[in-house]
């Protein structure tokens, strides 16, 4: 697995590896809102995660999770240290380790 230095230069590494849709995280699954639909902890697997952390501040600390679902739908999911922590369920806690 490749290191990067900076998220937006794995955002784009990513995208043209066939990582295209954008992730949203909701409590019990993730949202692609270009697609219209919602995968389940169950329907997708996490095949890469790239740590990032902030120079000055740990509010700037995030992680980049490359994914892909059972359909073959592949696309990237940009969450922040600890800030969904409490707002999800334990499926997607799990399976986001």
Do not use: W
Not at 31 to 54: M, N, W, Y
């Amino acid at each position: 697995m490749k290191n990067y230095d900076t998220l937006s230069e794995a955002v784009s590494d990513l995208q043209a590896k066939g990582y295209t849709y954008d992730f949203n995280l909701k409590p019990h699954c993730l949202e692609c809102a270009s697609l219209k639909i919602e995968i389940r902890p169950e329907d997708f697997k996490v095949d890469q995660t790239h740590r990032f952390e902030g120079m000055s501040s740990t509010d700037d600390n995030s992680v980049l999770y490359a994914i892909s679902s059972k359909d073959g739908i592949r696309g990237i999911l940009v969450d922040a240290y600890g800030v969904y922590a409490e707002n999800i369920s334990e499926k997607m806690r799990k399976k986001l380790r």
